[in-house]
């Protein structure tokens, strides 16, 4: 589909034309054990549209040189190109500035930089971090490490049996000592949507700022940053299509402007002598050393390519998948899906009480079907549903009910394997 065309079909609010999309992702048209390819494992890290990867390969081909550092013409393409995709980025999540943008590695850097430098400068012993207990570890072992150094407390909200954040008890925790709330947008393990501009409400309340963990709602929702309130948004490229190894944090400008570097190196700095240095100004005061200046083009290049079919469009496709694919899977017997929250996106994950996840994983993979199984680097999940591990299908914009019907198909086949 050419860029045209998408950006017509997402104005129309036109429904995703799935096939014309899979046309663009080369690594879907392949087999695997003999079996067509059927990826449902996106939110470990999702797949790349062509338009991407030539991008990457025209970059170092042709544009390839260091940004913000030479004066000569190669250095003033590839900074220029460099600064595009954080306008793109900008754009993309409605931030207000441009030098809001920080480029990070990943979601998880983003998160430790908040903690790290954030976290580290106004956390004062006795003060409180609110996170929930459907957290990645990425969102909660960084407010571990800091809450070590600085004498705060950890505090944890409670999740229902369905997996919903119980609200009543958020506020209840949320007080007075609480200085940050950090909370996940959508659950990697549950699939939970979290109602975040409410949760920032009452944080704001008591004066606490909010980080939000966007990894798996940037590829799948429209994000509005200014529209959630929150003072933080991390995700990671990788899971929007672009690139491994580049991130994003956005963060309202004055507190980036009032936070210390996270590292120390080239072109974070204003003035070095042996005595001391001071920093520049944000973002270049978080982004130490040589960028992944590809992979930031390559993001602005997935952007673009997300742009083009809406953001709109692909959550209605994704939701419709889920819902199918809930329907599905509870025909299957002896199969029981963990989260079940009243908003819901992108992924189911489930169990059988009697197969373990990772045999349903294995055997699936043999009839061509990529799910993950494992504890999802949620143990605090697993733990609050008494479960070692589940089986998770995630969703993107090129899969299809096909897809699901082969999962479910698969499944079949597992029960039989094990003799139900
Ligand atoms: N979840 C999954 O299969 P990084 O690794 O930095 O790109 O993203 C970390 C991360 C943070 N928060 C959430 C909600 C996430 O889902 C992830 C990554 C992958 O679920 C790998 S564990």
Known sequence: MSTAERSVAAAMGAALDVERVRRDFPALHQEVRGRPLVYLDNAATAHKPQVVLETIQRYYAMDYSNVHRGVHWLSERATEAYEAAREKVRAFINAPDRREIVFVRGTTEAI???????????????????????????????????????????????????GNLVLEAFERLCGERTRIVAVTHLSNALGTLNPVRRLVEIAHAHGARVVVDGAQAAPR?????????????????????????????????????AMPPYQGGGEMIRQVTFEGSTWAPPPARFEAGTPHIVGAIGLGAAIDYLQGIGLEAIARHEHALLEYATEALAEVPGLRIVGNARE????????????????????????????RAGHHCAMPVMQRYCVPATARASFALYNTREEIDALVAGLHKVRSMFGR
């Open 344 to 371: 819901r996106a992108g992924l189911v994950s489930f169990v059988f009480d009697d197969i373990h996840p990772h045999d349903v994983g294995t055997i699936l993979d043999h009839e061509g079907v990529a799910v």
């Open 221 to 257: 929702l429209p994000v509005d940053v200014q529209a959630l309130g929150c003072d933080f948004y991390a995700f990671s490229g990788h899971k929007l299509y672009g690139p491994t190894g580049i991130g994003v944090l956005w963060a309202r400008r004055e507190l980036l402007e």
């Open 112 to 162: 430790n930089l908040v903690a790290a430098s954030y976290g580290g400068s106004v956390l004062k012993p006795g003060d409180e971090v609110l996170i929930t207990e459907m957290e990645h570890h990425s969102n909660i072992v960084p407010w571990q490490l800091v809450c070590e150094r600085t004498g705060a407390v950890l505090r944890v909200a409670p999740i229902d049996d369905d």
